[in-house]
């Protein structure tokens, strides 16, 4: 009897430690090895996904915490096909710490978009995008036709509040008054602007002119990525053409863009990286050899005061200061990938006060680049 007891046990043991593991599989871990906590945009390869979770039904599963079953944001990314490339999932890790995660049957809970971007047409092609902290526009070839209006590089829209403002603001029409949400105090005009790139020849900046093309690749929850073609034009002898491919993550003060140039002779391309400069005196971190470049400018008025950075994911050349930009040399290959991330805030936004705060926050997002959160799947 004792013995029969004694193989009901192991028999049970046996079933208990199978149905375990089976439970384990494909669970996937998050580590964070940075001394901070960590909250952002996670992508996964969809073949990776599939290939520890076969027979996934895209339309009825969800991303839980393998212990506390917390379910989580995600968004199926497309990357401008027709079919899943990515599973994004939106999480928080602390300092020093992983989770654990799962991917189960079931509906997933509708979260509202923290992400978005759309052209413009009524108000003479501008293409926009937004998170839950920040907002910009670049401009469109309806522009030109007001000669007194051109502007050139990245507009920046401050915002109070994590709700989604684009459409609201053209449609109220006046947004450079702030109605609650925030506004477009941000002055552009021939420059770079908040992070804008172009050709550096003659010690000259060769600008594109405004975009004459556009798609958009996904459209949020957690990601919203958009592609921007401009016209052929000249740079001292070189022909030259350019594509943008722009992404902005929910929760994050910054976008990524890539750019990629064609040039009739197939050479490396002098460019640089800007931030316009006002005439008022203003905070700035120029670190070249970490490729950081970042401002925080003088108080405008009662709108507050504006922080822009650029990120540089290239080798640095120099970087220097005009009476127009804080500006980053670089060099482009032809037709290869040149990345780089630009962002802004504002100090009525809630969360980053001063050119301290500003400063801090850049530097922490380049550490955050360099030391991306491990990802594995078992």
């Not at 506390?68 to 899943?84: F, H, I, M, R, W």
């Not at 979260?111 to 670049?138: G, L, M, S």
């Not at 990245?154 to 709700?163: A, L």
Request: charged fraction near 20%; charge should be positive.
């Amino acid at each position: 009897m004792a013995n029969n007891t004694k193989r009901a046990a192991m028999i049970l043991l046996l079933l208990f430690t199978c149905a375990f593991l089976r439970a384990q599989k494909g669970v996937i871990t998050i580590t964070n090895k940075s001394a901070h906590a960590r909250e952002e945009v996670v992508a996964f390869p969809w073949r990776t996904v599939l290939q520890h979770y076969p027979n996934l039904d895209t339309a009825f599963f969800k991303v839980i915490n393998a212990t506390s079953k917390k379910e989580y944001p995600v968004q199926l990314a497309l990357n401008g096909t027709d079919s899943v490339q990515q599973l994004l999932v939106y999480v928080a890790v602390p300092a020093k710490s992983a989770i654990n995660l799962q991917l189960v049957k079931g509906k997933r809970a509708p979260i509202a978009a923290k992400t978005y971007c759309r052209f413009v047409p009524e108000r003479k092609d501008d293409f926009a995008w937004e998170n839950d902290r920040i907002a910009f526009r670049v401009y469109g070839k309806a522009l030109e036709q007001t000669p007194n209006e051109m502007a050139y590089g990245i507009d920046v829209w401050v915002k109070r509040n994590d709700s989604l403002v684009i459409n609201k603001r053209y449609r109220r029409g006046n947004y450079h008054e702030d109605a609650g949400d925030g506004l477009d105090y941000y002055h552009v005009g021939l420059t770079l602007g908040a992070g804008g790139i172009a050709p550096f020849m003659a010690d000259t900046i060769r600008y594109a002119g405004t975009f004459s093309s556009w798609k958009i690749l996904d459209n949020g929850p957690l990601r919203s990525t958009f592609q921007l073609v401009y016209d052929e034009w000249k740079a001292g002898n070189k022909k030259l053409r350019m594509t943008k491919n722009v992404s902005i993550d929910a929760g994050s003060q910054f976008t990524r863009t890539e750019v990629n140039f064609v040039t009739n002779d197939n050479e490396v391309l002098p460019v640089v990286t800007g931030i316009i400069k006002r005439k008022e005196a203003g905070a700035m971190l120029l670190n070249e050899q970490e490729g950081l470049l970042a401002y925080w400018e003088a108080q405008h008025g009662n709108d507050g005061t504006t922080g822009v950075a650029c990120i540089m994911q290239t080798l640095v050349a120099g970087m220097q200061v005009d009476k127009t930009h804080l500006l980053a040399h670089s060099v482009a290959a032809p037709q290869q990938p040149f990345v780089y991330y630009h962002g802004a805030a504002w100090d009525k936004g809630g969360r980053i006060a001063s050119a301290k705060d500003w400063f801090a926050h850049v530097k922490t997002f380049r550490t955050n680049l360099q030391q991306p959160l491990v990802v594995s799947i078992q």
